[in-house]
Structures are given as C-alpha cells and as structure tokens.
C-alpha cells in the first residue's frame, strides 16, 4: 500500500466511538519503547507524544516509557502480557520481532498476530556504514577484508544484528558481530570511540552520523529511496536462490519500519484506528522542531499494510 510523505497525527486509540463520544480528558497515554532514550524508536515515540494530544478527544497527557532489553522483547513481552488493552497503553518495538518469533528467538513470550495493530510511523532502509576512516570505501573493498571488521549490535531480531549476520554467512563478510548494546545511540557513541568498525541500522537513524562523515554506507537492503539507490543491495548479490529469499524475508518488515500497537485482543467496541496525516513542509506547526533529516524519513502507514506483508 503506498504511503504518503506525512507525519502520523493521530494513532488511534481507543475505548473508542460507541454512542457517547470518548474523552480522555484528565488521563494519561502511555508509549512504550522498546529501548532506551536516544534511538529512532525513542526519537521517534517522542514526536508522536509531543503532538498526539492535539488530536484526541479531551486532549490527554501522552508519556514515553522507555523499557528496554532483549532488544525490544521485554517491552512486546510487557505488551502482550501486562498492559491493559483500555486504550491509555501503546507499544513500539523493532519491526522484525514478526521473525524474531518465526525464528524461535528466545525470550519471546508473545504471538506477534494477535497484537491491536495500529500502524507504522515510517518506511524504512536497513544499510550497512562503516566508520569513514577505515580503508573500506565501497563494499567491493569490505569484502576484501583481511581483518575481521568489527560491528556493533543490539542482538538477534534486529536489522543491527541479522544485517550483518547475513552478509556474513551468505556473502562471506570477514565480520565480527558484537552484540549487546541496549541502543543504535550505545552502538554510535561505540563507534565514535573506535571499539567498532560500524553498524548496521535504518538509514534515517544513520544518516546524521553520514552526515557529519563519521561513517559511509556501503550496502543496503531493498529500498524506494532514490538517495540510496547508488548503492548495492544484498539481494542482488545473492549467490544462490536460498539467500535471496533469506534477505528478502528479512527485508520484509521495512515496511512497518516504527511499528505501534495496543495490547492483545480488545475488545472491538473497545478500539479503532484513525489516521490524520499531516503534510511535512515547514509552514507545519507540529514539525516546527523536527529536522530536515526526520521530515524525508517520516512515511506514515495504516495498519493494513501489515495485511500485505509477504
């Protein structure tokens, strides 16, 4: 389903439209984020808190709720299980936990398809950078690596670790993952000290640093976005059938790129969704304080795009 260029107004909530209006005057929403402050996930929870009030009914108070861990399993876990689907809940964690849960990934404790789900605040592209000041300029260079080169990760389920660990087995990447890092902020501030050669990640998280010459990109996954169609893309340099398939699974959920959703199963007299874009020029009160960089990479989608998801 194509998506306009737009900032995602309303999110939709709930105990929604019966006969009486619904008023959240007086009460508090809550977003959930699967990791700690200073990623796209966080950065990006933080805009829709600053300005979702303005387009619900009584115009609550909306909270972000950092919890990270198990590289945004915790916080879906806490979702699934703990939060109350009564509408004052909404949850954000990394788009691939649909194959974080195909996968078998430990720690899963939820079933991804009976989440509430709302929509997605953005397309995205997973490229690999690597720091500016090494001698790999193009990926033709990367993939003549004596030394291993080091990446940082948050951990399996996310594009910072399966990215790499593709490129790895069915490319061949001398690589050396090095998981753990709670955030992409963690794995950035990581690489500003030289402790890794790069990372893997969403183009808009990336490009800042891109920006500033501290790392290039050197691959991506598949991608619409004409500022990145200079470079390769893993599918194409697949060698087999089997890998292509592999990294085109893994680039499915590109499209649901800042997934939200509310608990499991409300009731349907309990939810809805409504969606009231924004356009994205600067005469737009609500991307005042957003930068340039956020503006191109917010492409709001409706749920049923997760409908079409291959």
């Given at each position: 389903m194509k998506?306009?260029?737009a900032l995602l107004g309303a999110l939709a909530l709930a105990p929604l439209l019966a006969a009486a209006q619904p008023n959240f005057a007086g009460k508090t929403i809550t977003i959930v984020?699967?990791?700690?402050p200073g990623g796209g996930y966080d950065g990006t929870a933080r805009m829709l808190a600053r300005h979702l009030p303005q387009h619900i009914p009584g115009k609550p108070t909306v909270i972000v709720q950092n919890m990270p861990g198990g590289n945004s399993i915790i916080a879906a876990n806490h979702m699934y299980n703990v939060a109350k689907p009564d509408g004052l809940t909404i949850g954000t964690f990394n788009r691939n936990l649909p194959i974080a849960q195909l996968t078998g990934v430990q720690g899963v404790?939820?079933?991804i398809t009976k989440f509430a789900?709302?929509?997605?605040?953005?397309?995205?592209?997973?490229?690999?950078?690597?720091?500016?000041?090494?001698?790999?300029?193009t990926f033709a260079d990367l993939r003549k690596a004596k030394e291993p080169v080091v990446i940082g990760s948050t951990g399996p389920g996310a594009n910072t670790y399966d990215f790499p660990l593709l490129l790895k087995?069915?490319?061949?990447?001398?690589?050396k993952i090095v998981s753990g890092y709670s955030s992409s902020a963690d794995i950035m501030l990581a690489v500003e000290r030289k402790e890794v050669d790069g990372r893997a990640g969403s183009y808009s998280s990336i490009q800042p640093?891109?920006?500033?010459?501290?790392?290039?990109?050197?691959?991506?996954?598949?991608?619409?976005?004409?500022r990145l169609q200079q470079l390769p893309v893993d599918e194409d340099l697949a060698p087999n059938p089997r890998a292509k398939a592999i990294m085109a699974l893994r680039s499915a959920p590109e499209q649901i790129a800042r997934p939200y959703v509310l608990p499991r199963s409300p009731p349907a007299s309990q939810h809805t969704e409504w969606i009231a874009p924004l356009p994205v020029d600067p005469s737009n009160r609500a991307c005042d304080w957003v930068s340039p960089a956020a503006h191109r990479a917010l492409a709001p989608c409706?749920?049923?795009t997760f409908q079409s998801l291959p």
């Open positions: 998506c306009k260029l984020v699967g990791y700690k404790k939820f079933d789900w709302i929509g997605s605040a953005a397309n995205e592209t997973t490229i690999l950078a690597i720091r500016d000041d090494l001698p790999y300029k087995d069915m490319l061949g990447l001398n690589f640093f891109i920006d500033r010459k501290l790392v290039r990109p050197v691959i991506r996954a598949r991608s619409t976005d004409k409706p749920s049923t």
